[in-house]
């Protein structure tokens, strides 16, 4: 598969936010991929906005049922309890209203060769998280699509201003070295983020947010330089 490619996600259910700021999407022309916790929750509503951004060509897929911590629930409960409570409903919920299932992100990034092993199993493809480095490791993230025997697990790098009420440190310079590693080498990266929130909004609610300003920014960033926007749905099943 030809690069550079982008491929941008949000996590978990502000689904209202998420349609009503997709005009940021829209202007980039970029495409995204939502990926959805607790899809029995969802009311008609919601379910007929996912809907609309996946009739617009936008991506829906699977956050798992409670969005819990993968690994902590195997070790618990066992692999068997988690693929039937966590994943199976999931899966289950997306397709009853008529939402797209193939692929999946793990909440919190947290994984485990032997979830690996089950997930890729269960899904086209599976999207990770990796370490929001400043250093030289930042370009870890980046993956040639068309590589043979690529994993399915992609690595992915957080985008989110604010964290739990919290503002994130300014780390758009090592983002934009990424960009550039990109584009001069032909990789692809990941990004994901979860609310789209203005500041008040998100730091007083509390949840990881990226503001519609600093979304826009980094699209223009990434598009100016040639990536190309894909969504999970889009890569080779």
């Known amino acids: 598969m030809p690069g550079p490619q982008l491929l941008l996600t949000f996590d978990d259910r502000t689904v209202d936010h998420w349609f009503a700021h997709r005009g940021v999407l829209d202007e980039a022309g970029v495409r995204a991929t939502f990926f959805v916790s607790h899809v029995d929750g969802l009311s008609d509503a919601e379910s007929e906005m996912l809907r609309t951004l996946a009739s617009q060509g936008h991506g829906i897929a699977s956050h798992g049922l409670r969005h819990v911590d993968g690994p902590a629930y195997v ?17 289950a919920g997306l397709a009853e209203r008529g939402l797209d299932h193939r692929d999946f992100a793990y909440p919190y990034g947290r994984r485990s060769p032997e979830l690996d092993a089950a997930l890729t199993a269960r899904f086209a493809w599976v999207r990770a998280t990796s370490p929001r ?16 025997g690529l994993s399915r697990v992609l690595p992915a790098r957080g985008i989110d201003v604010g964290r739990r009420g919290v503002v ?58 040639g990536l190309e926007p894909l969504t999970f749905g889009q890569l080779p099943d």
């Not at 070790?75 to 899966?91: F, R, V």
């Not at 203005?198 to 979304?215: K, M, S, V």
């Open 133 to 148: 480095a400043v250093d030289d490791s930042a370009g870890e993230v980046l993956v040639d699509l068309g590589e043979q």
């Open 168 to 225: 994130n440190p300014d780390d758009s310079a090592t983002l934009l070295a990424v960009f550039d590693q990109a584009a001069a080498t032909g990789a692809s990266v990941c990004l994901y983020a979860h609310d789209i929130a203005e500041w008040d909004q998100g730091l007083a609610e509390g949840r990881n947010f990226i503001t519609p300003e600093r979304l826009r920014d980094v699209l223009h960033a990434a598009t100016s330089r």
């Open 75 to 91: 070790t618990e409960h066992g692999l068997d309890a988690y693929l039937e409570n966590e994943i199976t409903p999931s899966i």
